[in-house]
């Protein structure tokens, strides 16, 4: 393996203007991920405006620390305050919490630290390997591959992602549709523009992201009466003791391989991951009751987890050009907005960015490290500002921040429209991720697909003939029958074991009753 690349990466992230990009960003991703209801994504919509004034390394260094800044951040007001303040904490609110009602705070938020540091580094050094392993064999990709893996990271977010399936689907179709507004790029033909000049050349991936979820998510917030805080537990001994350590590296081991494994699923993700980390921790132990009240392992293993595939995720961003969440889904367009295209060659046509951001995350993590304990007593005292006055200075900023982009009006129409679509689909239970998903990677699978059908002279059956894409179609048919299949292996299950139960446990026969006394025995008795 060829050093250079990595040793230069280094030199690059070293640079006084990269490490303060990356303190900054990992400083924000702390402080978003305590305030609940915002997260990564919408503070990444927020700020891809001001990415435009700053180089593209820089920009990309300070996104990504935001997104595994904020993974950690939530751990913080899930153990000490039991308020998750990212989705990817909720597991662990379970034993955290319960650990610091035990007086053992510090060692739940130090334990969390160690695992969030020792799941990211693993993690870091298995992108610094398999990236540009995958991105050597997605150079044989074509037009035919990438319309296949386009649909599929589409159907795995809508049938893998959190909430309904139903309504996952709905977003993404959703998402494909906008993708299709404005003039088409083979005939020249307007499509969905109702005459609008403004919508002529499609919709910007800005002012959507930036109404769903930065505009939509502040709507919501506002709306949601949150349960009163408790006070915060107090921190002492943050170092886990010995016996801690020799507890948990298992859980920390498994939970970083599970995360590692799962982010670089589209619609795996740190949820997922966390989620997964944590049901295995409690399978697999001896005594699965102590899980809820105070089992370390239930803390080390999600936060493990959940880091380990925030940093993974990048796996398929960067070198198949596929987001994997829907952070990365704005990942993919900071990227686009700074003029890299991501994909296979952007580790020959742009080796500085993919090394750059790959090594930013090995600094990105110790400054966690040593950031995480020193600042809670900080980040608790922000929780106390109220949401009243946090919301219109979000929502203003968010405003000049479209505005800036193209200096456009209609910019500022589209985040309102989108942004009461945002909140609309959260108050009913819609995942926004799949509709941005499903939007960046629309016009991925539209232009492939025709490009594809001329090339097979208009032959779709040209697909399967291929192998890498006829393998891909063969895993969308196995993702897209996986819910019928699950369900009548339980049907079936569930009649066998009714059967066996049937068999083993006849009915019991009914007691004969007893015959009733003759009338003059009664009169004789009495």
Request: hydrophobic share 50%; proline share 7%; glycine share 12%.
């Amino acid at each position: 393996m060829d050093l250079s690349p990595i040793i230069t990466g280094f030199g690059i992230v070293l640079q006084p203007t990269n490490l303060l990009y990356c303190l900054v960003g990992v400083l924000i991703g702390m402080l978003i991920g305590v305030l609940p209801g915002l997260g990564p994504a919408a503070t990444i919509a927020i700020l891809l405006p001001l990415t435009y004034g700053i180089e593209p390394v820089s920009a990309i260094i300070m996104l990504a620390g935001i997104f595994y800044g904020a993974q950690y951040g939530g751990t913080i007001t899930s153990v000490l305050l039991r308020l998750p303040g990212e989705a990817s904490s909720v597991v662990t609110v379970f034993d955290g919490f319960a650990m610091a009602k035990q007086g053992r705070a510090g060692a739940a938020l130090g334990i969390a630290a160690i695992g969030s540091f020792i799941g990211g580094t693993i993690s870091i050094i298995g992108l610094s390997v398999l990236a540009p392993v995958v991105a050597g064999y997605a150079l044989d990709f074509g037009p035919p591959e990438y319309a296949a893996l386009g649909l599929l990271g589409v159907l795995l977010v809508s049938t893998v992602g959190n909430g309904g399936k139903l309504k996952a689907v709905i977003a993404a179709a959703i998402g494909l549709l906008i993708a299709t507004v404005g003039r088409d790029s083979f005939t020249g033909a307007e499509r969905f523009t109702f005459g609008n000049l403004n919508l002529a050349d499609g919709i910007d991936f800005v002012p959507i992201a930036m109404g769903l979820f930065g505009l939509g998510e502040i709507l919501y917030n506002l709306e949601e009466n949150h349960k009163k805080v408790h006070a915060p537990a107090k921190v002492t001994k943050v170092w886990p003791s010995r016996a801690d350590l020799a507890q948990s590296k298992g859980a920390i081991a498994r939970g970083s391989g599970i995360g590692f494994g799962l982010g670089v699923l589209p619609g795996g993700g740190a949820v997922l991951s966390s989620l997964v980390a944590y049901a295995v921790e409690k399978r697999r132990a001896k005594q699965p009751e102590r899980f809820g009240r105070g089992a370390i392992e239930g803390v080390a293993a999600p936060e493990s987890a959940n880091n380990a595939a925030a940093t993974s995720s990048f796996i398929p961003l960067l070198t198949l050009g596929i987001p994997a969440n829907a952070t990365m889904a704005l990942m993919f367009g900071a990227l686009l907005i700074q003029g890299v295209q991501p994909g296979p060659q952007l580790v020959d046509q742009h080796p500085d960015i993919f090394w750059g951001v790959i090594n930013s995350m090995y600094i990105g993590n110790i400054l966690l490290l040593i950031m995480s304990i020193p600042m809670v007593g900080i980040f608790v005292r922000i929780l106390r500002v109220r949401p009243a006055i946090l919301a219109p200075i979000t929502a203003l900023i968010t405003m000049l921040g479209v505005y800036t982009v193209n200096n456009s009006v209609f910019d500022i129409y589209l985040v309102i429209v989108f942004g009461i679509i945002g909140y609309l689909m959260k108050k009913f239970g819609f995942d926004p991720g799949p509709l941005v998903l499903a939007f960046v990677l629309g016009t991925l699978i539209e232009s492939s697909s025709r490009q594809s059908l001329l090339i097979f002279g208009g032959d779709p059956t040209g697909f399967l003939t291929r192998p890498i894409s006829g393998m891909i179609f063969a895993a969308i048919l196995l993702v897209a029958l996986f819910p019928l299949l699950r369900k009548l292996f339980r049907m079936r299950r569930g009649d066998a074991e009714s059967g066996r139960g049937a068999q083993h446990h006849p009915e019991p026969t009914p007691e004969p009753r007893p015959e009733p006394r003759p009338e003059h025995e009664t009169t004789e008795a009495k």
